[in-house]
């Protein structure tokens, strides 16, 4: 079973501290739940998990590999995956050129047509020319055929209509159920917590709440507190 592991991961941006003493899990079969308000420094526990931002402090293991100081080409060969904002395509490439720069020995295009049916009918079409919701299934599908170990998602559904982000939302709980380790940052908290298993929520760089998706989700008025300040019993 793929686990990967933090603990007491402290990071820096300019000399300010943004993560502070954060600890998660994220396992196989599973989707760990990142919340938290703007600026709470969801994107940048990301970005020190794959590498871009460096730790100052604390642990990454994958597997019990130790993951701290490697670059984050090496980290995404050891099985880490980012699916960054922003929905980063190459736009003058096919839709499939887009998958097939990504695709990993051994890895079958089928593999992203199989989860997004969508893309096989836009496969020829260039992929600046394809809608947002189109897009986002593109870098999904070019992060699932290099065959990672856990995938981080950051903020997918921002811009996007309702009924595409509940498409977007079934397909990651597929790919958890198919045995992905999965870490989601998303800013419709309801949705993200109806597919998830556990969930963390950041205020101000510290992990305030780790527990059960359900749990939460049942109770709004703790979901509140918790961005207000509350600490939760855990």
Not at 91 to 118: C, H, I, Q, R
Not at 210 to 220: F, I, Q, V
């Amino acid at each position: 079973m793929t686990i990967l592991q933090v603990d007491a991961l402290k990071v820096d941006r300019s000399g300010i501290s943004i993560i502070r003493n954060a600890a998660l899990t994220a396992q196989s079969g599973e989707i760990s739940v990142l919340l938290g308000s703007n600026g709470a420094g969801k994107t940048t526990l990301l970005e020190s998990l794959s590498g871009i931002i460096p730790a100052k402090n604390g642990a990454i293991t994958l597997d019990g590999q130790q993951l701290s100081k490697l670059w984050p080409g090496a980290r995404a060969k050891a099985g880490i995956s980012h699916v960054e904002q922003g929905r980063t395509v190459f736009s003058e490439m096919t839709t499939e050129e887009n998958l097939k720069v990504a695709l990993a020995p051994g890895a079958d295009l089928n593999e992203a047509y199989d989860l997004f049916p969508e893309l096989l009918q836009r496969r020829t079409v260039k992929a600046g020319m394809l809608s947002g919701g189109e897009q986002q299934m593109v870098v999904i599908a070019r992060s699932i055929v290099n065959r990672p170990k856990v995938m981080m998602i950051d903020e997918m559904s921002s811009g996007l209509a309702p009924i595409i982000v509940s498409r977007l939302m079934t397909a990651v709980r597929k790919l958890a159920d198919q045995g992905m380790a999965i870490i989601l940052v998303e800013q419709f908290a309801s949705l993200a917590l109806a597919i998830g298993n556990r969930a963390y929520v950041l205020r101000r760089g510290e992990v305030v709440y780790d527990g059960a998706c359900a749990k939460l989700a049942k109770d709004p008025a703790l979901m509140h507190r918790l961005y207000l300040g509350e600490r939760a019993k855990m």
